[in-house]
């Protein structure tokens, strides 16, 4: 504002350089964002409220329990204090609950293949990242949607490989063009370490695939030792089928992956109104509950096995009872889930970033914006279903992933937040500039230095004048996403050593 | 999730049923969103920063302070206990502002033509609206831009009249078909008026233009007395030429408003990296400094008269110098003011909402939903610039702003947050539902009850299947846009009484 044409001068003269300069990759130690910043700075419940949630959850551990737990999760819970009804439910005394919060892993890392990726879920630090089974590929130039596939999931980690403000790659599509669901399962998992060197998610529901899987990912890995030693690769357990009832061979797959070394997400996924109450802090007790029972599981099987706490409470459009993953209530859900993580102390996760919307448009943008960001400042460890996701879960689009990550980016530069220290309140620099300086602070010395460290920038996001876009003959936001998804998948190929590939695909059929 | 297919057909069973009941208006006191609701819950502040802030402030008042006063304000504030220096500028000794903080009005109210649109700003309470000085109007279909019009303004008003959440009306479009200053202002204010009772806000920056303008608005008020018994528009003052420069026309202008009766708007509009430092806690700062003398020169002259804390910072792209709205900066920048002003205990105000792209594509969408969600959850007061802004205040687009209703429906639900009451956690809903119930809430009455009070719903945005959206021909966002803006503006005219209006344009140039 008001900027003297002298200045004006002044400005376009260094603006080369200074884009030049920008372009060029930050040393990572001093970029402004990186993952694993810590939120927290955003509490939708006050601490009262937070504790009100915790004491219903006891109490309907104790009064309604779980139905169902198959019976190798009723052996080892009731030898750990469970008690089985005659209803055949599994109630949870509270001192039982108690005793194994405080066995539950806490501060956990889950590893990557290239460690550098690796993340510390402790405290409030916030990763985001894919999940989600869409059955569509979304395509936005021609408005369509289209079953996904093996291929589509691979292109999926290669893309998320190249983008910084997505953190982890779990499981987004389901690949429809394989019918045999082992070799589905075996396909997922080596798609997903083809195209990224990021933690991986995977869900194994079957219980008899997690052995052959295991087979596979101990190939990839080295062995088995080398796998046990830095577990690159989660399973999302939908343990229990809301409201309140374990599901069975969900359960006993969860057995089989914790026993094979792997981390488990201990995944509530209610819908408020349907499967889950309707008032938002009744949909957070149940999944808190849930989820509980899920710790005094893991826990009486495998003491300290890492877990994460997966409230993932959806929301339903109460008038049609269909899904609404872009609502304000699905935010709220989730940031309310995040702050009782953070009471527990344990390592947590829900999801965000879905929206509604069947394209990458404005719908979309402001969905997967709010939601997001509404997780990152409530200091959510792992951010699911960030990116990509559509149509309520149901379709997945790999330009909206590329875009992205440009509201990740902006995410976690709110995460990041307000730095208050003796240098960025200093009178110094207004004192320079007020006082017989320039009267305006473009180009000191303070303000280039935190152009690259405090300020960011989209890649695809457009900051252009009328002017400037007009004669840029107005690029168009959605074309510039295809292009560099398009340029990412010409560029990138599979991390897989070539050796190790053959191997794998002359013992598995690899599908694509 | 897992809802088996009995209970599939009795929810659609009952799906038009309650379609029906949603699309009924709902009684003003049981909707789950309503204008003022109280933000905070998002603090991106420690109590110890916000106090660092504000010594910060004080003594950069004290040993900065401003220049460029106008001879009437140097004369009020030197009388008050500010000290002019040899060099001319005026500093504020730390007692001065503390006693006019002391004399500041607080929990105003900012009346509207109808009493039901009355705004009252005190603690948290947010509300959103438009603002701005935009010089084009925005095609979306065309993707052009062309000059902004007295017609667009009048239309931009018509249009606010009928959106639940856009709860004021500023200025947000220049008439660039008024050639003639003074036109231009008398075309604004009744422009304004003509299509909305909400809340006006306008800009008059010409001393002299204040007292001819008066004239038309005791005419539309039904005199003078009518007037200040309910002022009805603000005046938004940019008081100050940052950085700490007062802008002395602009002074003398609001000097004339404040004796006019005009509740005004202390407008503190630098830019970090340009006009304000680069770091964003100095920033505000800067803003906060500049607002304090702003609320000296207010209650020096007037004490008690209403204000609003305008610390509205705005971002630069460091990279280029251009004006960045929608970055995760500008976010920070505001919800940082709004804590300020909870400190203080003053209305405050500050700009979210703004879109750096020139169209409503996604990337306005994540852009006006981060800043607009951060801004509410914060508990600004007075959100200006929440609506239908673009290219960084350039343009403004009427479709834009139908779909900026959805976004801050969004925005105050999350505002609205949590409710955690005996009866949103008793288990007793819980219980009826997993002890020998349905074993889902689907249909009860607590989830009938939450459908219309707790639960949200867009306008435009869309939350079909893919199934659902092919079947109806695959609606598009912006189409609907267009086609919800043209049946606003085909159906409202003005609200001027025939009589009134008539005599009006007997006695001004009336454009549109």
């Given at each position: 504002m008001n900027i003297s044409t002298e200045q004006k001068s002044r400005r376009s003269g260094g603006r080369s350089a200074r884009v030049a300069l920008r372009a060029a990759p930050l040393a990572e130690e001093i970029r402004p964002i990186r993952p694993g910043m810590k939120g927290g700075q955003y509490k939708p419940l006050t601490d009262a409220q937070v504790a009100r949630i915790h004491e219903a959850a006891l109490q309907a551990l104790e009064e309604i329990g779980l139905s169902q737990a198959p019976q190798s999760g009723v052996e080892a819970m009731t030898a750990a204090g469970a008690i089985q009804g005659d209803d055949g439910r599994l109630r949870f005394p509270r001192a039982l609950v108690e005793d194994m919060l405080a066995k539950a892993a806490r501060n956990i890392t889950l590893n990557a293949r290239n460690p550098k990726h690796d993340l510390l879920l402790e405290e409030n630090r916030v990763y985001f990242g894919t999940a989600g089974a869409a059955v569509h590929l979304v395509d936005p130039i021609n408005r369509t949607y289209r079953d996904s596939t093996i291929q589509d999931l691979y292109d999926a980690a290669r893309i998320v490989e190249q983008l910084d403000n997505v953190h982890f790659f779990q499981r987004c599509m389901v690949a429809r063009d394989i019918t045999d669901n082992l070799q589905m399962d075996l396909n997922t998992v080596y798609a997903c370490v083809s195209g990224t060197s990021k933690h991986i998610g995977t869900s194994f529901s079957e219980p008899s695939h997690v052995a052959p899987c295991m087979d596979l990912i101990h190939e990839i890995a080295g062995g088995e030792d080398a796998w046990r030693a830095r577990p690159f690769i989660s399973n999302s357990n939908?343990?229990?089928?809301?409201?309140?009832?374990?599901a069975e061979e969900s359960c006993v797959a969860m057995e089989h992956c914790i026993r094979a070394g792997m981390p488990v997400l201990l995944l509530s996924a209610g819908q408020a109104?349907?499967?889950?109450?309707?008032?938002i802090a009744l949909a957070i007790v149940q999944a808190v509950a849930e989820c509980l029972a899920g710790v005094v599981y893991v826990n009486s099987i495998a003491p300290g096995h890492p877990a994460i706490f997966g409230t993932w409470p959806f929301v339903s459009d109460l008038r049609t009872g269909a899904m609404s993953g872009g609502s304000a209530e699905q935010a709220l859900l989730t940031a309310g889930c995040a702050q009782m993580h953070r009471f527990y102390g344990l390592p947590g996760g829900a999801a965000a970033g879905i929206s509604d919307s069947k394209l990458p448009d404005m719908q979309a943008g402001w969905e997967q914006g709010i939601t997001n960001v509404m997780a990152g400042l409530a200091g959510l460890n792992m951010v699911y279903e960030a990116v990509g996701m559509h149509a309520s879960l149901l379709g997945f689009c790999l330009e909206s992933l590329v875009l992205g990550d440009d509201i990740l980016g902006q995410a976690l530069r709110a995460v990041r937040g307000i730095d208050v220290t003796e240098d960025s309140v200093s009178l110094d620099a207004m004192k320079a500039v007020c006082l017989g300086g320039p009267g305006h602070y473009l180009g000191t010395d303070q303000t280039l230095a935190l152009m690259q460290t405090e300020y960011t920038y989209p890649k695809l996001g457009n900051r252009m004048s009328p002017k400037e876009w007009e004669e840029a003959k107005k690029p168009d936001l959605l074309a510039n996403a295809v292009a560099r998804k398009q340029a990412i998948l010409d560029s990138t190929g599979s991390l897989m050593p070539r050796e190790l590939d053959r191997a794998i695909r002359a013992r598995w059929p690899i599908h694509f």
């Open positions: 939908c343990f229990v089928v809301p409201p309140m009832k374990f109104g349907a499967t889950a109450p309707a008032p």
